[in-house]
């Protein structure tokens, strides 16, 4: 009779828990540091870098440094674009007809 009145011993117990805390009170709970000063220093960091850096990629910015690489270059460009334009126009750049 004993032996009835007890539970297995392979019955499953489960149990819920609902912990109500902030991200920071997790983290301190699981002694996980706190990375918040870190991050925050290093976004900064970042910001001033992109805030300094974006001049340089201005359309302004890029053509000056396109033109300053190439400064021989810079009628050639203007020649190649001038042909270009006036390809279908069989004229050249003084306006003459070259048809014959």
């Known amino acids: 009779m004993l032996a009835q009145a007890r539970a297995p011993r392979d019955t499953l117990m489960r149990a819920t828990i609902n912990i109500e805390c902030t991200p920071a009170e997790a983290r301190a709970f699981f002694g996980l540091p706190d990375v918040q000063p870190m991050q925050a220093a290093m976004m900064d960091?970042?910001?001033?870098?992109?805030?300094?850096?974006?001049?340089?990629?201005?359309?302004?910015a890029l053509v000056n440094q396109w033109l300053a690489t190439l400064p021989q270059n810079v009628e050639r460009m203007q020649d190649l674009f001038a042909n270009m334009f006036l390809a279908g126009t069989d004229q050249d750049r003084t306006g003459t007809d070259q048809r014959g």
């Open 45 to 60: 960091r970042l910001q001033e870098r992109m805030v300094s850096e974006i001049d340089r990629f201005s359309p302004e």
